[in-house]
């Protein structure tokens, strides 16, 4: 029984893959040194286990993931 921290956007899916999670839940974050300033954890659960993988902006654009971003307003956080 643990939370496991991904560190690849790859690992993750092969893992999704495998494990078959029939809900992935996320959270959408304010990460104040990426520009513009957010963040995606996408979680998902096998059993008591905990995967989770982090990415952050980089010039309009998640990271490790190449999701992009619409924008900066505070008041939403724009992740499609």
Same mark, same amino acid.
């Given at each position: 029984?643990?939370?496991?921290?991904?560190?690849?956007?790859?690992?993750?899916?092969?893992?999704?893959?495998?494990?078959?999670?029939? !809900?992935?839940? #996320?959270?959408?974050?304010?990460?104040?040194?990426?520009?513009?300033?957010?963040?995606?954890?996408? !979680?998902? #659960?096998?059993?008591?286990?905990? #995967?989770?993988?982090?990415? #952050?902006?980089?010039?309009?654009?998640?990271?490790?993931?190449? !999701?992009? !971003?619409?924008?900066?307003?505070?008041?939403?956080?724009?992740?499609?």
């Amino acid at each position: 029984m643990g939370v496991f921290r991904v560190q690849t956007w790859e690992e993750y899916k092969k893992l999704a893959l495998e494990f078959k999670p029939s !809900i992935v839940y #996320y959270s959408r974050d304010p990460h104040p040194t990426s520009r513009p300033p957010w963040g995606l954890k996408p !979680i998902f #659960y096998n059993g008591f286990d905990g #995967y989770v993988f982090t990415d #952050y902006a980089e010039e309009g654009v998640l990271h490790k993931t190449g !999701i992009p !971003i619409r924008g900066t307003d505070k008041g939403s956080i724009p992740i499609s």
